[in-house]
Nanobody, 122 residues
């Protein structure tokens, strides 16, 4: 199983980035997907999640209205469109897959990608 995250980089505050995660080795359409992030010295935290069929999405409060999660089951990809970025969004972003339905709890997720760095300058 491999989850390959990409799209991170350096952006100024107020800018946008689009993260992508390509999955292989799983029946992607059976898995709910999530994005998490971890800033230096902080615990990993939930950002956004999407159900296996893409109908249901859910977000942590601090990204509502700014970030949008989407998926393409034909391409085995999940994306995170991040707009109006803030310096406090700086973190390593991870995609993750769970067979057990969408959740904000990292313990529920079966597989994790390697992470992609997002840095927002003020």
């Amino acid at each position: 199983v491999q989850l390959q995250a990409s799209g991170g980089g350096l952006v100024q505050a107020g800018g946008s980035l689009r993260l992508s995660c390509a999955a292989s080795g799983i029946t992607f359409s059976l898995y709910s997907m999530g994005w998490f992030r971890q800033a230096p010295g902080k615990e990993r935290e939930f950002v956004a999640g999407i159900s296996s069929n893409g109908i249901t999405t859910f977000y942590e409060d601090f990204v509502k209205g700014r970030f949008t999660i989407s998926r393409n089951n034909a391409k085995n990809t999940v994306n995170l469109q991040m707009n109006s970025l803030l310096p406090e969004d700086t973190a390593v972003y991870y995609c993750a897959a769970t067979f057990y339905g969408g959740s904000k709890r990292p313990q529920i997720y079966n597989y994790w990608g390697q992470g992609t760095q997002v840095t927002v300058s003020s």
